[in-house]
């Protein structure tokens, strides 16, 4: 993102409003980042941050192909 991010973006700026997928590889040297969101998401959002693997490369590329070409005309 270009600087620093706080623990409170990461909380919200997934999906959903949920974690973002990566918060427990950003945040795992901190503190136990898994037992403090164990602790404050149901079970089933748990479960599904813990499952997010982040989207192919060439699928976030087409993506953003196709937001510059509805953004162009």
Do not use: N
């Not at 919200?12 to 969101?37: A, I, M, N, Y």
């Not at 602790?39 to 510059?68: G, N, Y």
């Amino acid at each position: 993102m270009g600087g620093p991010v706080t623990f409170g973006y990461c909380r919200r700026c997934g999906e959903e409003h949920l974690p973002c997928w990566k918060v427990f590889d950003c945040w795992w040297e901190s503190f136990d980042v898994v037992d403090f969101l164990k602790s404050r998401l149901s079970p089933d959002q748990f479960h599904r941050l813990s499952q997010t693997r982040p989207k192919p490369k060439i699928d976030s590329l087409l993506e953003l192909v196709e937001q510059a070409k509805k953004a162009a005309g």
